[in-house]
């Protein structure tokens, strides 16, 4: 008898063994990153690049503002040919320069997160990273008393955490069209921004320009090209919210 319990409880041992073992074995896929594609992303609906819509409607987009000395003048460019922006704005522009973000908000256009001080999202820990934006997110919603719905990475780099922490304060990540970067923050010319982007642009494109951080004399100059031209073709300019309700 005594022989047999030793027997079952070896037994037991080993399965006890094996389970742990198991486990042990399995652990690093549990802390393991999860690596997305684009196409994986866009189908939890957390991140966006641009919209499937059937109406000639497109959302241009400026990061980094508001700037003293280039904001009210795209603002007074996107009045006068009745177009709708969406302004990523960086909290601590917006703490020295509240006058601006409000004119943006009473003239329609759409406000975004683009974090406080603008950190590298991909340098800095969760915990860190929320607290940015909750920061930005006060500074903006003390000025125009609403909240901001759309956040866009610095770099428009996105993860697992990037997401994680956009969702947990309710916002959608907002990239970009592959292709319709300006890059207006090199030298590129004007003239040769708006040639790239009037050669190729598509309904439902985000447009990436920026508004603050070096000469964005570039920036107005594509604007004054491309915003005639576009809506001589049929083109209006909405803001991301607005084009992303147009989504099919
Ligand atoms: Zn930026």
Known sequence: MKIICLK????????IGLVLG????????????????RE??????????????????????????????FTEEILDLLAKYGAKATFFVMGKQAEMYPA???????????IGNHTYNHPEVNQIPFHELKADLIRAHQVIFNIIGADMKLFRPTSGFYDEKVVKVANLLHYKV?????????RDWTKVSGERIALRIMETIKPGNILL?????????????ALEILLPVLKEKG??????SALLQKSL
């Open 8 to 15: 079952r409880s070896a037994v037991y041992y080993i399965l």
């Open 22 to 37: 198991f486990c042990f074995m399995m652990a690093p896929l549990y802390h393991k990153p999860v690596y997305r594609d």
């Open 40 to 69: 994986q992303w866009e189908k939890t609906g957390a991140v966006v690049w641009e919209a499937n819509v059937r109406e000639k409607v497109v959302a241009l987009t400026f990061d980094d503002g508001p700037s003293p000395t």
């Open 100 to 110: 601006i973000i409000q004119r943006e908000f009473n003239e329609g256009h759409e």
């Open 174 to 182: 907002v990239i970009w069209t592959w292709g319709q970067d300006s």
């Open 209 to 221: 320009f920026h508004d603050q951080g070096g000469d964005h004399s570039n920036t107005i100059k």
């Open 235 to 240: 083109y209006r300019f909405i803001t991301v």
